[in-house]
């Protein structure tokens, strides 16, 4: 049995590696821009004012970020847009699901949301849909990079370079002609 097992045994530790890369594995879809754009039903460049840990009426628990729109590329015009997801942090349970974004109060941000049956705004493409804005601080430009890089364990894809912030916003723009 000793001589069994002894031979089997990087067999076995192979399976286990495998098993646990996959259960740790998320699959960030590549989308492009424009793609994005002409998918979704709203486009903002806004801040995060608040997030919030809340349970639906089944007592799951879910986060409402709350974001204050400076400006609306795509869709109806708001100064407010709430959007939901499943990853939260509610008392000393943490949820967290593969691939969506991560949400910071103050943080300046391009959201690219459909809206669920519910009428919730949901970020498109799991953290794809999410860009932060951020200053270069040798030239002081605006640059915009998608969450999906982050997602995927930091390791940026093809296509998720940052992109100018104007650049971006001219691409969202040209997708409604």
């Known amino acids: 049995m000793r001589e069994l097992f002894r031979h089997h045994l990087p067999v076995l530790a192979a399976l286990g590696v495998l098993g646990t890369a996959t259960l740790f594995a998320t699959d960030i879809p590549l989308t492009p821009i424009d793609d994005l754009a002409r998918r979704a039903d709203v486009v903002i460049r806004g801040s995060v004012a ?30 407010r847009l709430n959007v939901v997801q499943g990853s939260t942090i509610l008392g000393q349970k943490q949820v967290r699901v593969l691939g969506e974004p991560e949400f910071r109060l103050g943080e300046d941000l391009v959201l690219f949301a459909v809206f ?3 009428g919730e705004a949901v970020t498109l493409d799991l953290a794809r849909g999410k860009f932060a804005v951020t200053t270069n601080s040798t030239t002081g430009a605006l640059t915009a990079a998608s969450d999906g890089a982050k997602a995927a364990g930091g390791i940026a894809l093809p296509g998720q370079a940052p992109v100018a912030l104007d650049e971006l916003k001219l691409r969202v723009k040209d997708t409604r002609r």
Do not use: L
Not at 59 to 74: D, M
């Open 116 to 118: 669920n049956p519910a």
């Open 50 to 79: 608040s997030i919030e840990a809340r349970r639906d009426g089944e007592g799951r628990p879910h986060a409402r970020i709350e974001v204050s729109v400076a400006e609306t590329w795509k869709g109806s015009p708001t100064n």
